[in-house]
């Protein structure tokens, strides 16, 4: 079993900066894609990034160049470094776990999820 917990959310202003943290628990870690996700009020849950096994990433065009993940194995968490925050940003962030060795913006692909962290960034 893989259990995912994102910190690390708060009330920002924008152009703000912010790190989240998503632990994730489980022996599997190591060969798992870890991606972060967003769901603002009313809208889909949205792929922002991921990173595999390797280290390889992936990102979504709407934070390319702004948002940078990361993984710590030894920790096993991964973080999103998020920069120039703007209120379009407000949203719950999630990261979830996918059995895949390629970091996939799939969403069908991730089975484990975590219960999200509120990230909400004052104009």
Do not use: H
Not at 7 to 25: E, F, H, N, P
Not at 84 to 110: F, G, N
Request: glycine share 8%; with cysteine; hydrophobic share 35%.
């Amino acid at each position: 079993q893989v259990q995912l917990v994102e910190s690390g959310g708060g009330l920002v202003q924008a152009g703000d900066s912010l790190r989240i943290s998503c632990k994730v628990s489980g022996r599997t870690f190591k060969t798992y894609t870890v991606a972060w996700f967003r769901q603002a009020p009313g809208k889909e849950r949205d792929f922002l990034s991921a990173v595999d096994w390797r280290g390889v990433t992936n990102y979504s065009d709407s934070v390319k160049g702004r948002f940078t993940i990361s993984r710590d194995n030894a920790e096993t968490t991964v973080y999103l470094e998020m920069n120039l925050l703007t209120a379009e940003d407000t949203a719950v962030y999630y990261c979830a776990a996918s059995p895949t060795s390629v970091p996939t913006s799939r969403k069908e692909l991730y089975r484990y999820w975590g219960q999200g962290t509120q990230v909400s960034v004052s104009s």
